[in-house]
């Protein structure tokens, strides 16, 4: 079985909706990249149910939430800052490698820009705290040759 280690990982983004992978752009500066998939649910049980509660799953929802190292003129945030100013939607994918590493896989979808946050701090480097809303059902995809 082989581990990929986390900054092996990929966290690629363009402006537009469904945009290919191949075509999506690496944010290089991002750090602690979380995806976030989540189900509400409604109870469906009944009587004969012996006590136990059924709860199943219904409408879905993501994020994903990302700090990145500003930099200045950085393509990436602006498509990020753009987003967030216009709600525009953006394709996102988070990868378990690199983008154009053969059999890297992950799950590619559309989103928008919740919260563009920038942190200046007194000491250490100014960093960009988004979170993004997946609009669209996410797809798996794998890295093909």
Do not use: C
């Amino acid at each position: 079985m082989g581990y990929k280690l986390a900054k092996a990982a990929a966290f690629g983004l363009s402006a537009g909706a469904d945009v290919a992978i191949g075509s999506l752009t690496n944010v290089g500066q991002a750090e602690n990249v979380d995806l976030n998939l989540d189900s509400d649910e409604t109870n469906v049980t009944i009587k004969s149910s012996g006590g136990w509660r059924f709860p199943i799953p219904t409408t879905n929802s993501g994020t994903v939430t990302a700090e990145i190292v500003f930099v200045d003129g950085d393509s990436q945030i602006g498509i990020l800052r753009t987003s967030y100013m216009d709600k525009s939607t953006i394709t996102a994918a988070i990868m378990s490698g690199p983008l154009d590493e053969t059999g890297a896989e992950g799950f590619k979808f559309n989103a928008v820009v919740k919260s563009f946050n920038k942190s200046q701090p007194i000491d250490g480097v100014v960093r960009v705290s988004i979170t993004l809303n997946i609009t669209s059902t996410p797809t798996v995809e794998t890295i093909a040759s």
